[in-house]
């Protein structure tokens, strides 16, 4: 899937695949993308369709970053195989790969962390 409000629409119309985030993490990311957009228009004096991309980047690294820090606190190792899995299926090795590598990096993170706090 290209972008988020695909994957809402195939979210709504029951598509299993498509359900690789929570609902909730879709509809802020739709949320925050708008209102990006609308902020680069008015400050940024951009025509919309620029503010729309703008708007469409910074959501999205935003939709990554919430969905990286679902799969690293909500699921065991065996429930992240099978979330990677599906994601694979749905949106292509490169996403997938791209996933893992954020939640093998998160994980670092709040490893090396944890290890200072002790």
């Avoid at 609308?38 to 620029?50: F, K, N, S, T, V």
């Amino acid at each position: 899937m290209s972008n988020v409000f695909e994957m809402v629409a195939k979210m709504r119309e029951g598509d299993k695949a498509a359900m690789t985030i929570t609902p909730e993490c879709a509809q802020v990311a739709l949320e925050i993308r708008e209102e990006r957009a609308a902020i680069c228009e008015y400050d940024g004096l951009m025509p919309r369709a620029w503010a729309e991309q703008q708007g469409m980047l910074e959501s999205e690294s935003w939709r990554e970053a919430c969905e990286i820090r679902h799969v690293l606190t909500a699921m065991n190792i065996e429930q992240r195989r099978d979330y990677f899995a599906k994601v694979e299926k749905a949106r292509g090795l490169a996403a997938a790969n791209k996933l893992r590598d954020g939640v093998r990096d998160a994980w670092t993170a709040n490893r090396a962390a944890s290890k200072v706090a002790a």
